[in-house]
Nanobody
Framework: QLQLVESGGGLVQPGGSLTLSCAASGFTLDYYGIGWFRQAPGKEREGVACISSSGGSTNYADSVKGRFTISRDNAKNTFFLQMNSLKPGDTATYYC???????????????????WGQGIQVTVSS
């Protein structure tokens, strides 16, 4: 069974840091493009960051550039989102996703991602 499982979410104060992890099982991530998305209450799901299968291409939403870093460890079949300088506006449910084309588009959109995690809450509040 193909599965993605997020971990590492929680409550953090403004200016703090969190690292989200996403572990894959039932398939290997080597040839997949990887992405992180988030959805705040009452808002649409938005793409946050992506990385290509080779790791050679990354893209970020303007709202997180310079603060978030996406990375992957194919040997561990896991990928990460390092989040620094967190703001209350970053509060959302975060989802990891994978797509078999192996790419990472400048505009990070839901298609072509076809494997999704269940989501994990990140709350930035004092």
């Amino acid at each position: 069974q193909l599965q993605l499982v997020e971990s590492g979410g929680g409550l953090v104060q403004p200016g703090g840091s969190l690292t989200l992890s996403c572990a894959a099982s039932g398939f290997t991530l080597d040839y997949y493009g990887i992405g992180w998305f988030r959805q705040a209450p009452g808002k649409e799901r938005e793409g946050v960051a992506c990385i290509s299968s080779s790791g050679g291409s990354t893209n970020y939403a303007d709202s997180v550039k310079g603060r978030f870093t996406i990375s992957r460890d194919n040997a561990k079949n896991t990928f990460f989102l390092q989040m620094n300088s967190l703001k209350p506006g970053d509060t959302a449910t975060y989802y990891c996703a994978a797509e078999r084309l192996g790419g990472c588009a400048r505009r990070i959109s839901i298609p072509p991602f076809d494997h999704w995690g269940q989501g994990i809450q990140v709350t930035v509040s004092s």
